[in-house]
């Protein structure tokens, strides 16, 4: 899982303004996923890519969109359709063997 | 869709002790079921996974059990130690390939081990 990063470690969003979450790997995994975690709750699905320009709506897409331009690379923009974006947004990759390894984390605050 | 229940949401035991984690699942075509151990502030990380052709797994001190049957799994923990300390995670998928990744988890459970 160390070969997996996001940024920013903290992000802070004003009403309306639409901000975007990055994620790299460079672990050579075809697959990849964007997960919320609100607090002392499990993880929610967000988005998920199985291939390069392929990519396909989890549990809780509503006010999320990706792109998966690259094998590395899998951005998630929370926009201003998201009403309640406050939440730690975790960011995994995994190859065909299954095991998905996650990333350090966005914290994202709504101000 | 999915469906993961997990208890229970705490657990409190003393150093030495033996801790069980319990989940059941909705979907019967659900095939991978791992653990995540997650640490206050960090990441989710991966401790055990088991597959639907295997009735259980064992690594060092800890033990994943799944009964198909009645869909249901377990974590196991032994000789338990103040850095077990953590959020757990159980988790399924019914993915094979690259879908293997597209959990559904459970609400977790906070393990506490007294010194």
């Known amino acids: ?111 | 869709g999915e469906n993961v229940e997990q208890h229970p949401s705490t657990l409190s035991v003393q150093e030495g002790d033996s801790a069980v984690i319990k989940c059941t699942y909705s979907d019967s075509a659900s095939n991978y079921f791992p653990w995540y151990k997650q640490e206050l502030g960090k990441r989710p990380q991966l401790i055990i996974d088991i597959r639907s052709n295997v009735g259980e797994k064992k690594d060092q001190r800890i033990a994943v059990t799944l009964n198909k049957t009645a869909k249901h799994f377990s974590l196991h923990i032994t000789e338990t130690q103040p850095e077990d300390s953590a959020v757990y995670f159980c988790a399924a998928s019914s993915g094979g390939g690259t879908s293997y990744g597209k959990l559904t988890f459970g609400q977790g459970t906070i393990l506490t081990v007294h010194p």
């Open chain 1, 1 to 111: 899982d160390g070969g997996i990063t996001q940024s920013p470690k903290y992000l802070f969003r004003k009403e309306g303004q639409n901000v975007t979450l990055s994620c790299e790997q460079n672990l050579n995994h075809d697959a990849m996923y964007w997960y919320r975690q609100d607090p002392g709750q499990g993880l929610r699905l967000i988005y998920y890519s199985q291939i390069v320009n392929d990519f396909q709506k989890g549990d809780i897409a509503e006010g999320y969109s990706v792109s998966r331009e690259k094998k590395e690379s899998f951005p998630l923009t929370v926009t201003s359709a998201q009403k309640n974006p406050t939440a730690f947004y975790l960011c995994a990759s995994s190859a065909t063997s299954g095991r998905a390894f996650f990333g350090p984390g966005t914290r994202l605050t709504v101000l």
